[in-house]
């Protein structure tokens, strides 16, 4: 069958497009772009004020399956990624058991095609367990699909040990995705050491368990050659370091979240929102600010989620026994559009870049493109769309938002996996 998108401004800058233009699909392939298309029978998708732009992927999702399936499972989460938006996520491995060998690979990506309404990659931790004592079976899970190693939730402690994990990951030609925590200089913090702290009278957490782990890393990337990623970078100084990094010629990427992007330490206020706790912890306005400067100057690869679903019951715990994290899958573009796009301090053609391109070549992965010939993963957005964050407005099983009582600008109404509609008026396609 025939799609035709009508009348979008079509947004690519890969291919130098951004104009409003029709977009002809068939067969899981974009047939042709251009003024003025039609097609002889199929569905016509009426997308004049609305924006057309390759599909936004999330590589960073922790879709909880398997083990915490009460939390999120392949069905419900990339239910929630078609909601927001993405054409396709990349699963962290710390599920129960942990993602760390082929068999387990294969698990996620078989069930992931039978179940997924979105595409989902798959993971592989670096250490058995990830533990950090021993390599996990690298070899076995890039043959099953996996498309780097990370050993999120903490990070790989023992340096000795991280460049191992580089140093094969590099033999297999795939990234190091890195959490950079330096967890003895945690210990038990839980928010922003210093003013947060301070005034609520919690254990802090210091920008520099952040910055010596993210030095480390950049350091252990030029030692190895690997290919590194930094995730969810939250102080200036870490921005500082990868721009360092980066005009020295470096393999190192990096990404920022929502949640720090657009919240700071101040939203952690004396009724002790547990939505609100974050590893790592909601930072400064000034820390916000850099991250936005990142975004801006391309020192910044990807905005990604940390979607991080809990039950209700775990985060009704008191501050310091919560578990961390926001979902973030639903909430991500409307909060780009609103605090970013609207604003005009990123145009269209960035968003593509943060949450399409940067991200899939930070990980190496396939990059998808509006042309002739390109796989159909297309999202199309109405930038005028009113978002009322309500517990009823998610498709995850999760409710820890972050951004619960907000009211947004600009929602995906279509989202096309392979020319096969996941989402479409805004609502999931099964
Ligand atoms: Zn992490």
Same mark, same amino acid.
């Given at each position: 069958m025939a799609l035709l998108f009508k009348g979008g401004r079509v947004v690519d800058p890969a291919v130098g497009l951004d104009e409003v233009a029709d977009v002809i699909v068939r067969d899981g392939r974009i047939v042709e772009i251009g003024p003025d298309l039609s097609i002889p029978k199929g569905v016509t998708i009426e997308c004049a004020e609305k924006v057309i732009v390759p599909g936004l992927i999330d590589i960073h999702t922790h879709l909880r399956e398997p083990g915490f399936e009460y939390k999120e499972d392949i069905v419900s989460g990339t239910r929630a990624a078609a909601h927001g938006g993405f054409t396709a996520v990349c699963a962290m491995p710390n599920t129960a058991p942990v993602c760390d060998t082929g068999s387990k690979v294969r698990f996620l990506v078989e069930r992931a095609a039978a179940h997924g309404v979105v595409r989902v990659h798959a993971l592989g931790a670096c250490t058995v367990g990830q533990k950090g004592e021993a390599l996990a079976e690298m070899g076995d899970m890039v043959a099953e699909g996996a498309v780097a190693f990370s050993d999120d939730g903490h990070g790989v402690a023992d340096s000795g040990m991280a460049r191992?994990?580089?140093?094969?990951?590099?033999?297999?030609?795939?990234?190091?995705?890195?959490?950079?925590?330096?967890?003895?200089?945690?210990?038990?913090?839980?928010?922003?050491?210093?003013?947060?702290?301070?005034?609520?009278?919690?254990?802090?957490?210091?920008?520099?368990?952040?910055?010596?782990?993210?030095?480390?890393?950049?350091?252990?990337?030029?030692?190895?050659?690997?290919?590194?990623?930094?995730?969810?970078?939250?102080?200036?100084?870490?921005?500082?370091?990868?721009?360092?990094?980066?005009?020295?010629?470096?393999?190192?990427?990096?990404?920022?979240?929502?949640?720090?992007?657009?919240?700071?330490?101040?939203?952690?206020?004396?009724?002790?929102? =547990?939505?609100?706790?974050?590893?790592? *912890? +909601?930072?400064?306005?000034?820390?916000? $600010?850099?991250? %936005?400067? /990142?975004?801006? @100057?391309?020192?910044?690869?990807?905005?990604?989620?940390?979607?991080?679903?809990?039950?209700?019951?775990?985060?009704?715990?008191?501050?310091?026994?919560?578990?961390?994290?926001? =979902?973030?899958?639903?909430?991500?573009? *409307? +909060?780009?559009?609103?605090?970013?796009? $609207?604003?005009? %301090?990123? /145009?269209?053609? @960035?968003?593509v870049r943060l949450m399409a391109h940067g991200p899939r070549a930070a990980l190496g992965l396939q990059p998808v493109r509006l042309e002739a010939g390109g796989v159909a993963d297309l999202t199309v957005i109405d930038p005028e769309a009113r978002v009322e964050v309500t517990p009823d407005f998610f498709e995850s099983k999760a409710g820890n938002s972050a951004f619960l009582g907000t009211s947004l600008l600009g929602k995906a109404s279509e989202v096309l996996v392979e020319g096969r509609f996941a989402l479409r008026f805004g609502k999931v396609v099964d």
């Amino acid at each position: 069958m025939a799609l035709l998108f009508k009348g979008g401004r079509v947004v690519d800058p890969a291919v130098g497009l951004d104009e409003v233009a029709d977009v002809i699909v068939r067969d899981g392939r974009i047939v042709e772009i251009g003024p003025d298309l039609s097609i002889p029978k199929g569905v016509t998708i009426e997308c004049a004020e609305k924006v057309i732009v390759p599909g936004l992927i999330d590589i960073h999702t922790h879709l909880r399956e398997p083990g915490f399936e009460y939390k999120e499972d392949i069905v419900s989460g990339t239910r929630a990624a078609a909601h927001g938006g993405f054409t396709a996520v990349c699963a962290m491995p710390n599920t129960a058991p942990v993602c760390d060998t082929g068999s387990k690979v294969r698990f996620l990506v078989e069930r992931a095609a039978a179940h997924g309404v979105v595409r989902v990659h798959a993971l592989g931790a670096c250490t058995v367990g990830q533990k950090g004592e021993a390599l996990a079976e690298m070899g076995d899970m890039v043959a099953e699909g996996a498309v780097a190693f990370s050993d999120d939730g903490h990070g790989v402690a023992d340096s000795g040990m991280a460049r191992l994990v580089m140093d094969y990951a590099k033999q297999f030609g795939v990234a190091v995705i890195s959490h950079c925590e330096d967890l003895a200089l945690v210990g038990k913090g839980v928010v922003n050491e210093g003013a947060a702290s301070t005034i609520l009278g919690m254990p802090g957490w210091p920008s520099a368990a952040e910055e010596t782990m993210v030095a480390r890393d950049i350091a252990l990337a030029e030692l190895t050659g690997c290919y590194v990623h930094l995730a969810h970078l939250s102080t200036a100084r870490s921005i500082e370091l990868v721009r360092e990094a980066k005009a020295r010629g470096i393999a190192v990427t990096c990404e920022v979240t929502p949640h720090h992007l657009f919240l700071d330490e101040g939203a952690v206020t004396l009724d002790y929102d =547990t939505n609100m706790k974050m590893n790592p *912890p +909601l930072r400064t306005a000034e820390d916000r $600010a850099a991250l %936005v400067a /990142g975004l801006k @100057d391309g020192t910044v690869d990807a905005i990604a989620t940390d979607h991080a679903p809990h039950a209700s019951h775990e985060k009704a715990l008191e501050f310091e026994l919560a578990p961390f994290g926001t =979902t973030g899958l639903e909430t991500a573009l *409307p +909060l780009v559009v609103t605090n970013l796009v $609207a604003t005009e %301090v990123l /145009g269209w053609g @960035d968003v593509v870049r943060l949450m399409a391109h940067g991200p899939r070549a930070a990980l190496g992965l396939q990059p998808v493109r509006l042309e002739a010939g390109g796989v159909a993963d297309l999202t199309v957005i109405d930038p005028e769309a009113r978002v009322e964050v309500t517990p009823d407005f998610f498709e995850s099983k999760a409710g820890n938002s972050a951004f619960l009582g907000t009211s947004l600008l600009g929602k995906a109404s279509e989202v096309l996996v392979e020319g096969r509609f996941a989402l479409r008026f805004g609502k999931v396609v099964d």
